[in-house]
């Protein structure tokens, strides 16, 4: 089977978390009161799909396109976890309180 296309699809599966969590996390916001980071959700879904086609349309004469779909999924999957730990980082400390 090949590499690249199970890149490109994790990427794709990604990116619908991105999605889900961006749906949460803007309708936990509302009820918080919380500033608007769910757009880093958005951000980074737009990050993570262009890794995904960057890396199903790796183009064979760009010796470097696989390098830069890693760093764009990287990127978006690194401003899903800011905007993780700015809505959900309270859950966190009250587990470790007990």
């Known amino acids: 089977m090949n590499l690249e296309l199970i890149d490109s699809v994790s990427f794709l599966l990604f990116t619908i978390v991105l999605y889900f969590l961006s749906v949460l996390s803007k309708r936990f916001g509302e009820v918080m009161g919380i500033r608007k980071y769910y757009y880093l959700y958005y951000a980074g879904m737009l990050f993570t799909f262009a ?44 587990i470790i309180k007990g």
């Open 51 to 94: 890794g995904s086609l960057m890396m199903s349309l790796s183009i064979t004469d760009f010796e470097n396109s696989r390098l830069f779909g890693y760093a764009f999924f990287s990127v978006g999957l690194t401003l899903g976890l800011l905007a993780s730990i700015k809505y959900w980082g309270w859950l966190i400390k009250e």
